[in-house]
């Protein structure tokens, strides 16, 4: 390889610092947050201006609280049982709706293909959508926060180029052999795209983490409430923690620390799980930007 | 439903030539035959059918309320007709022009400032020497995207609170201490920020695959010709990704109007509805919190429509410019 000349050294120096930068002020209010969980809730209350390095003092005071109150449970439920029961539901119709319209032989696949894309365009608004899940009498359910995005039109477009990846040939042997539609979806297709199948799951149940929108349309009962709605109050809206359940009236200086604990704990299972899974992820970019 | 059946009219023209080349007898798309061959396929897309009729389309048909005056207790058809009187008071209301304002304002910014960050971004990292310096700004700059809009807006709320972090480091500078997000001049550029921050690496993620697939002896053989490595950024990474660059800020320009409330509705008060109040925002305040139906499904159309609209006149225009498009 040739010589760097004197330029070209200095803008990879340049280069390097500028993304530690980078790297630091993305971190940095990630890791502000995890500081203050961690520390005296009297001494932070004195601090919260302070540029933090480190905790201040350290403490698992409000993290006692957090876990001793029933509130966080309740939600950190309720979000599990709509990831793992949405994602579920998701995944057995994004599979089966991808392969049906990777098939050729069906006459309807062009119809149906653009009937499904036209509503990543065109939508009757928040409104209609709102008025029909309340009247199906879906409110306070935690089904308004699965059924209606039981499909995601983005997802299914991935998982069908997947299919379409598939060799033609694979199925021919298979039906020559007897197998119906079910069987040759299950035992040889599904087989044949488990990655994009991870990379769906993966974003499925992110999502379902994550969203807070239709749980805030739909869940007016506390006791229903996923994790995000339970942060929402804590620290958009600014209610004190004793408010959303989480401490007593003695406890009132634990009011800051508690909501950075909060978010701590119930961000954790996604942070943990990143790093191992971000390959997966990224996978899921380059094949969506295939077929948007 | 009657778009259904133009759909329906649309797809067994186009369907037909292709049906020609296959050796079958009839040359008219035939749904009981076509039924009758694949009856498994069709039963494996029935529940997946149903979701995309009752959960996308039956909102289209509902969103008829917009020409009536709907009461929950009489329904959808038994509603009176009104014809276009939610639009007229909306067009002619004192919000239309602040509301159509705050959103251009909010997307431009969020286009002009956000689009070129992960590109730049993308482009930095391809030119690390070292790959695992490379991951470990890749790994730290995606996280963001993964972390929960609640929790994103609930960190901009504190941080930006009189004695939050944020706001104290820039008293340093001269901005007065105040609670940031109480001042209409600030919602934008928070919103912003915080959205370049919290997106420009999972953005980059495309930029760098494109890069990628560069091939690298363009860059040797410019070596050879005595480019420096600024001349390789210019003559070959940036034409490299240009059509993923044009591609995707087509995208966004097709989006410039169909802004989502839910970002806003975390972050703004009342205080600032001046700046902060978009279409979407709008809607969701006098419909879900309102109950104002009719009215509000009537904007909410509106803003469908414009939406729609914007979509396919920028999608065929850039077909007609640069031969690429969506579809």
């Known amino acids: 390889m040739r010589k760097m000349t004197k330029g070209e050294k200095i803008f990879n120096v340049f280069n390097v610092l500028i993304l530690l930068a980078l790297v630091l002020v993305t971190l940095y209010p990630v890791l502000y947050v995890i500081?203050?969980?961690?520390?005296?809730?009297?001494?932070?209350?004195?601090?919260?201006?302070?540029?933090?390095?480190g905790p201040v003092g350290f403490s698992l005071k409000s993290y006692e609280f957090v876990f001793k109150?029933?509130?966080?449970?309740?939600?950190?439920?309720?979000t599990i049982f709509v990831v793992v029961v949405g994602t579920s539901i998701n995944m057995v119709l994004t599979i089966?709706?991808?392969?049906?319209?990777?098939?050729?032989?069906?006459?309807?696949?062009?119809?149906?293909?653009?009937?499904i894309l036209f509503t990543r365009y065109f939508s009757g608004g928040l409104i209609p959508s709102f008025l029909i899940v309340r009247n199906i009498g879906l409110m306070n359910s935690l089904w308004a926060l699965i059924l209606p995005v039981a499909v995601n039109t983005f997802n299914l477009v991935i998982m069908r180029t997947a299919f379409d990846g598939v060799p033609e040939s694979m199925?021919?042997?298979?039906?020559?052999?007897?197998?119906?539609?079910?069987?040759?979806?299950?035992?040889?297709?599904?087989?044949?795209?488990?990655?994009?199948?991870?990379?769906?799951?993966?974003?499925?149940?992110?999502?379902?983490?994550?969203?807070?929108?239709n749980a805030h349309l739909y869940i007016r009962k506390r006791n229903k409430y996923p994790l995000q709605l339970i942060l929402r109050e804590l620290i958009i809206q600014n209610s004190s923690a004793n408010d959303v359940g989480l401490s007593s009236d003695d406890d009132a200086f634990l009011s800051e620390t508690i909501k950075y604990s909060t978010i701590v704990i119930s961000t954790i299972p996604i942070l943990l799980l990143y790093p191992f899974l971000q390959k997966y992820f990224v996978k899921g970019v380059m094949v969506g930007a295939v077929k948007g | 439903m009657a778009q259904k059946e133009d759909f329906e009219q649309s797809i067994t023209q186009t369907a037909e030539p292709k049906k020609k080349k296959s050796d079958r007898k009839s040359d008219r798309f035939s749904l009981a035959l076509d039924f009758r061959r694949n009856?498994?396929?069709?039963?494996?897309?029935?529940?997946?059918?149903?979701?995309?009729?009752?959960?996308?389309?039956?909102?289209?048909?509902?969103?008829?309320?917009?020409?009536?005056?709907f009461a929950p207790s009489r329904g959808i058809a038994g509603s009176q007709w009104v014809g276009f009187k939610h639009f007229?008071?909306?067009?002619?209301?004192?919000?239309?022009?602040?509301?159509?304002?705050n959103t251009l304002v909010l997307s431009i910014s969020n286009l002009v400032f956000g689009f070129p960050a992960p590109v730049i971004l993308a482009i930095l990292i391809n030119e690390l020497r070292s790959k695992s310096y490379a991951r470990v700004v890749q790994t730290a700059t995606y996280l963001p995207h993964f972390i929960s809009l609640v929790v994103i807006c609930g960190m901009i709320v504190q941080f930006t609170r009189d004695n939050g972090w944020i706001t104290h480091l820039l008293t340093l500078f001269?901005?007065?201490r105040q609670t940031m997000l109480n001042n209409k001049d600030l919602f934008v550029p928070i919103y912003v920020i915080s959205g370049i921050w919290q997106e420009s690496g999972w953005g980059s993620i495309i930029y760098l695959a494109a890069l990628a697939g560069i091939d690298q002896d363009l860059y040797e053989a410019a070596e050879i010709d005595g480019a420096n490595q600024f001349q390789k950024i210019l003559h070959i990474s940036l034409p490299g990704i240009l059509p993923t660059i044009v591609i995707l800020f087509i995208m966004r320009v097709g989006r410039i109007m169909s802004m989502g409330a839910e970002k806003v509705i975390l972050i703004y008060n009342a205080?600032?509805?001046?700046?902060?109040?978009?279409?979407?925002?709008?809607?969701?305040?006098?419909?879900?919190i309102g109950t104002d139906w009719s009215f509000s499904t009537a904007v909410g159309l509106f803003n469908s429509l414009v939406n729609f609209i914007l979509v396919i006149s920028v999608n065929t225009l850039s077909r007609r410019l640069t031969e690429m498009s969506l579809w």
Do not use: C
């Not at chain 1, 961690?38 to 001494?43: C, G, H, L, T, V």
């Not at chain 1, 109150?69 to 309720?78: E, K, M, R």
């Open chain 1, 35 to 53: 500081f203050v969980s961690f520390s005296e809730p009297m001494k932070f209350m004195k601090n919260t201006e302070s540029f933090l390095l």
């Open chain 1, 69 to 78: 109150y029933g509130t966080i449970w309740s939600g950190y439920l309720n």
């Open chain 1, 96 to 115: 089966g709706a991808a392969y049906v319209l990777s098939r050729r032989q069906l006459g309807a696949r062009k119809f149906l293909t653009v009937a």
């Open chain 1, 171 to 213: 199925e021919e042997s298979a039906k020559l052999d007897g197998a119906n539609q079910l069987t040759i979806l299950v035992k040889i297709m599904v087989p044949l795209v488990i990655p994009t199948i991870a990379v769906l799951i993966l974003y499925y149940g992110v999502y379902h983490w994550n969203s807070w929108f």
């Open chain 2, 39 to 69: 009856t498994e396929l069709y039963f494996i897309f029935i529940p997946v059918l149903l979701y995309y009729l009752f959960f996308h389309y039956f909102p289209m048909y509902g969103a008829v309320i917009a020409f009536k005056d």
């Open chain 2, 88 to 101: 007229i008071s909306f067009f002619s209301s004192y919000y239309f022009w602040p509301l159509i304002r």
């Open chain 2, 174 to 176: 001269g901005m007065p």
């Open chain 2, 271 to 288: 205080a600032i509805y001046d700046t902060a109040d978009i279409i979407s925002s709008y809607v969701y305040r006098r419909g879900i």
